[in-house]
């Protein structure tokens, strides 16, 4: 039985993520996208067009916004669902990705933009830390929907004065926080020292800092595809469009 992911582009929808009977993604855009004079494509490697783009032609893409490796593994594992299907895990944890899409089951809606967040107390912040490497993205947890790409372990979250938080629904996050591994001793520190290094080079780069707690450091790294937004209501979290370079030539990782 096919089924059907709506994608999102903020709080545009843009098109139709299908799986169809064959286990294969197929991916178009919504007249309505097509028509609007201000439309953009998700990727560069998914113009603007009416014709259906076939899984070869979008896996790279879709795939991308996925966790890689390991991660992707435990996500599956935990989800139980399996490994290789994209379109599953895109519909358990494609709620906050990297960009400004988002992935609904068809015919849902958005939630609206009073967004939901669960703060975190340093015990459970701990906690979370130490969960993650069997974990991963927090993916199972009630109402958490996180994706980001790589193998190292991460989650999203929203930070607000010095409480950290976890998006719930389609929340959007404001940073990345990635705990030390014990494999790899220091990568906390290197992380966020080249990151420093490269802002004092004069290449722009995304403000990180390390931290501990509990006895366990983790770089918190600001994410440069979210902005704050004065609205009337007062600030909202404003997400920005952004794809890496195997998604935009169509590279499946």
Known sequence: MSRTLDVYLQRDLVGHLLQGDDGRMIFNYV??????????????????????????????????????????????????????????????IGGECAGAVTFMPAGQALQESTHRYRDLSDQELVDMLKMLPRRPLLAGEEDVRLSLAGAQDKVAVKVSGSQISVPLGGAPSTHILKPAHERFGGLVFNEVLCLHLANAAGIPSAHAEARSIGGIYYALVERYDRKIKQTLAGTEDERFHQEDFCQALGIVP
């Open 31 to 92: 007249e309505s996208w097509l028509g609007n004079p201000t439309a953009k494509a998700l990727s560069h490697s998914l113009p603007l067009r009416k014709e259906r783009f076939t899984q070869k032609e979008c896996r790279g893409f879709f795939a991308g916004i996925l966790p890689e490796q390991s991660q992707r593994e435990l996500v599956a594992r935990n989800l139980g669902i399996s490994a290789r299907n994209d379109f599953a895990m895109l519909e358990e």
